[in-house]
T-cell receptor, first 115, second 114 residues
Framework: AQSVAQPEDQVNVAEGNPLTVKCTYSVSGNPYLFWYVQYPNRGLQFLLKYITGDNLVKGSYGFEAEFNKSQTSFHLKKPSALVSDSALYFCAVRDRPYNTDKLIFGTGTRLQVFP | KAGVTQTPRYLIKTRGQQVTLSCSPISGHRSVSWYQQTPGQGLQFLFEYFSETQRNKGNFPGRFSGRQFSNSRSEMNVSTLELGDSALYLC?????????????FGEGSRLTVL
């Protein structure tokens, strides 16, 4: 069965410092991986996805993610954090078969950026 | 282009009642899916619809049901509400063409069951 894991409930980082939010996956076949962000009392916003191709994926708001097949990881990164990046981040994998919209989400990581 | 619209945004019900939540997808989007978000269980898939047909269903009891109309708008219904049904219910849509997997989410309907 497809699954993702986010090992950290919370990540704290100072503004201007680089940030990393971790995600590992377990899938059969090639993974379709996603990152979404949720601000308080809001829905989910798509950040980026990996389907195939370049292992470094660039997304919205300056975020990027690195797909690492050998480590089965898909970590979210940003070179310089902003206070406004503080939110809840979810990693997700598409379930099989791939004609479904069903996403399997991780438990979420709360990112707190301090001024 | 307007985003995914969910109504109502907030509602309070009592145990045993039923509730209907509505979702209007982005114009031109034909696929609609629903997710439940709770602090304890996280984000869980409820069901998805495409061209008025339920294409997939999550592991929820039969009290949870949904449908999609010819204009792609969708509703979900929960009957005989339980305290554990308190959650944020999120609707998502995407174009019905090539499935790249990117979903567009609404802001959700927050249901509180007393």
């Amino acid at each position: 069965a497809q699954s993702v894991a986010q090992p950290e409930d919370q990540v704290n980082v100072a503004e201007g410092n680089p940030l990393t939010v971790k995600c590992t996956y377990s899938v059969s076949g090639n993974p379709y991986l996603f990152w979404y962000v949720q601000y308080p009392n809001r829905g989910l916003q798509f950040l980026l996805k990996y389907i195939t191709g370049d292992n470094l994926v660039k997304g919205s708001y300056g975020f990027e993610a690195e797909f690492n097949k050998s480590q089965t990881s898909f970590h979210l990164k940003k070179p310089s954090a902003l206070v406004s990046d503080s939110a809840l981040y979810f990693c997700a994998v598409r379930d099989r078969p791939y004609n479904t919209d069903k996403l399997i989400f991780g438990t979420g990581t709360r990112l707190q950026v301090f001024p | 282009k307007a985003g995914v619209t969910q109504t109502p945004r907030y509602l309070i019900k009592t145990r045993g009642q039923q509730v209907t939540l509505s979702c209007s997808p982005i114009s031109g989007h034909r696929s609609v899916s629903w997710y439940q978000q709770t602090p304890g269980q996280g984000l869980q898939f409820l069901f998805e619809y495409f061209s008025e047909t339920q294409r997939n269903k999550g592991n929820f009891p039969g009290r949870f049901s949904g449908r999609q109309f010819s204009n792609s708008r969708s509703e979900m219904n929960v009957s005989t509400l339980e305290l554990g049904d308190s959650a944020l219910y999120l609707c998502a849509s995407r174009p019905g063409t090539y499935n790249t997997g990117e979903l567009f989410f609404g802001e959700g309907s927050r249901l509180t069951v007393l």
